[in-house]
C-alpha cells in the first residue's frame, strides 16, 4: 500500500506563486509517472502536467510557461511550482503517481487534493 500526502495549497492574489507538494510513502520499488491535475466541483478532472522516471514534462496549455513539474526521486515527491497564477487557476489539485510496488506489481494512486483559490 501506498499513501500520498500533498501540501502547499491556500489563497494567494492574482500574480503570485504557490508551490504545491505530493510526498509518497510506503511499499514503493519505483516511480514511474507523476502528475498534478485539477477539478472544479462538478467538473472532469483534469491534466495539469507530467513528469515521466526519465525527467520528461508535459503540460496543460492554459499552464505553460507559468507552471513547472519537478520529482525528487529520493524523496518519492513531485512538486508543481505555479507563478503568475490568474482567477481561472482556482481548482482542487490533485497529484497521481504510477508506483512499482515491492512485490512487482504497478499500481496508481491519487493524493488527497489541496484547495488552490487565486483571488482577482
Known amino acids: 500500500q501506498v499513501q500520498l500526502v500533498e501540501s502547499g495549497g491556500g489563497l494567494v492574489q492574482a500574480g503570485g506563486s504557490l508551490r504545491l507538494s505530493c510526498a509518497a510513502s510506503?511499499?514503493?520499488?519505483?516511480?514511474?509517472?507523476m502528475a498534478w491535475y485539477r477539478q472544479a466541483p462538478g467538473k472532469q478532472r483534469e491534466l495539469v502536467a507530467s513528469i515521466t522516471s526519465g525527467g520528461s514534462t508535459n503540460y496543460a496549455d492554459s499552464v505553460k510557461g507559468r507552471f513547472t513539474i519537478s520529482r525528487d526521486n529520493a524523496k518519492n515527491t513531485v512538486y508543481l511550482q505555479m507563478n503568475s497564477l490568474k482567477p481561472e487557476d482556482t481548482f482542487v489539485y490533485y497529484c497521481?503517481?504510477?508506483?512499482?510496488?515491492?512485490?512487482?506489481?504497478?499500481?496508481?494512486?491519487w493524493g488527497q487534493g489541496t484547495q488552490v483559490t487565486v483571488s482577482s
Open positions: 497521481h503517481i504510477v508506483v512499482v510496488e515491492g512485490w512487482g506489481g504497478e499500481n496508481d494512486y
Open positions: 510506503g511499499s514503493i520499488f519505483s516511480i514511474n509517472a
